[in-house]
């Protein structure tokens, strides 16, 4: 098989991608794939480090608005459609497959305008405006969330197959699972909360753990908080202005960024985080209660309709960007991690919204594709 996955920009789009392009190798040994993406994303990084090719084209996210700087941006991203389509000629794809960004719109439609097999995937419970655009031209649309299927309109075929994730529920014995917890230093005898903002932290969560260090709240439960690199040293300093050394606080492991998450995630009591489409997949695969911090100012905010699927079963709690301080988030986190059977009950509540094998549904509409075309 031969395939040209697209997808540029954030991490939440390129590993999808990533995981389908790991998938169709693993299937089919002898399979050529190359990525398209632009010059500007992580795409830069991930992409060659996990050993694919990466060719970059003018792709840029258009705003009804009319200015100089607009009208720079879609004539760069004409000419982007211009420089996918000979990438696509040269190449000669089975199928074009896109998973994210601005860079599917140039992609799938020069797939399109040459009849080559398209098949977009969907992370979010909100379709883009890159997905409602193109669901004329795609022959099958994939989505994370079913709740995302009556959003998409105009596509011949919607199937939902949830979104491949590194991170999967692992039941380690009792033996191991104290040996993780020792490992950040923490007590196995008392709940332990995992906090984390991305894989660059998230300042207004950081804030709102600073507030609850600060007026000692969590006596009752530990925390572990990934900080994200870039701020961990002006945390660092605002605590040492408080007398608290960072590494000496009771009940808390702080770290910029956490290497072994798949560990922690499956061993603590609780998650509190963002919920972007992979977190979001990953707790429901986990069986794990959640607090979420939907990040504010996204497309369609998404991430406030990502964690109402797990709200809507009873398996997380909201509390918006603008409404979170140090006492919601504490008494929020007390009334799970200190009632097992409410803790118990949301955590089986996200399990029923887990969606195991997506890598395999995926590759079943691939192949469906790819035949349907020779």
């Known amino acids: 098989m031969k395939a040209i996955i697209a997808a540029a920009g954030t991490a939440g789009h390129i590993n999808p991608g990533l995981a389908i392009a790991n998938k169709i190798k693993k299937e089919q040994k002898d399979s050529e794939i190359i990525f398209i993406g632009t010059t500007r994303g992580l795409e830069n990084d991930l992409v060659p480090r996990a050993g694919y090719k990466l060719k970059t084209i003018d792709a840029y996210g258009l705003s009804k608005e009319i200015s100089i700087e607009n009208i720079k941006k879609m004539y760069k991203t004409l000419k982007g459609f211009g420089e996918a389509k000979k990438i696509i000629k040269e190449f000669k794809p089975d199928i074009v497959i896109g998973t994210g960004g601005y860079i599917c719109g140039a992609t799938i439609t020069a797939a399109h305008s040459l009849n080559i097999p398209t098949l977009l995937h969907e992370s979010n419970a909100f379709p883009g405006k890159a997905v409602k655009m193109l669901a004329k031209k795609t022959d099958t649309i994939l989505v994370s969330f079913k709740d995302a299927t009556p959003r998409i309109k105009n596509c011949k075929n919607v199937v939902f197959t949830g979104?491949?994730?590194?991170?999967?529920?692992?039941?380690?014995s009792e033996e191991a699972k104290n040996r993780i917890i020792y490992g950040v230093d923490l007590d196995?005898?008392?709940?332990?909360?995992?906090?984390?903002?991305?894989?660059?932290?998230?300042?207004?969560?950081?804030?709102?753990?600073?507030?609850?260090?600060?007026?000692?709240?969590?006596?009752?439960?530990?925390?572990?908080?990934?900080?994200?690199?870039?701020?961990?040293?002006?945390?660092?300093?605002?605590?040492e202005d408080l007398r608290l050394d960072i590494n000496n606080i009771p009940n808390m492991k702080i770290m910029p960024y956490i290497y072994n998450m798949e560990e922690l995630m499956n061993v603590v009591d609780c998650i509190v985080a963002r919920s972007g489409a992979m977190t979001i997949t990953e707790i429901s695969n986990l069986g794990k209660p959640s607090i979420l911090i939907p990040l504010p100012n996204v497309s369609h905010n998404h991430q406030l309709y990502n964690a109402k699927v797990l709200e809507n079963v009873g398996a997380a709690k909201i509390i918006l960007n603008d409404e979170i301080n140090g006492e919601k988030l504490n008494n929020a986190v007390e009334e799970i991690v200190l009632n097992k059977e409410k803790e118990k009950e949301m955590g089986e509540n996200a399990l029923k919204m887990s969606t195991a094998n997506a890598e395999e549904k995926i590759y079943k509409e691939i192949e469906k594709l790819v035949n349907r075309g020779k």
């Open 188 to 239: 196995i005898n008392k709940p332990i909360v995992l906090v984390f903002g991305g894989s660059q932290g998230a300042k207004k969560i950081n804030d709102t753990i600073i507030e609850i260090i600060k007026n000692r709240k969590n006596k009752d439960y530990q925390m572990i908080w990934a900080t994200g690199p870039k701020q961990f040293d002006a945390i660092k300093e605002e605590l």
């Open 163 to 172: 979104t491949p994730v590194k991170i999967k529920k692992q039941n380690y």
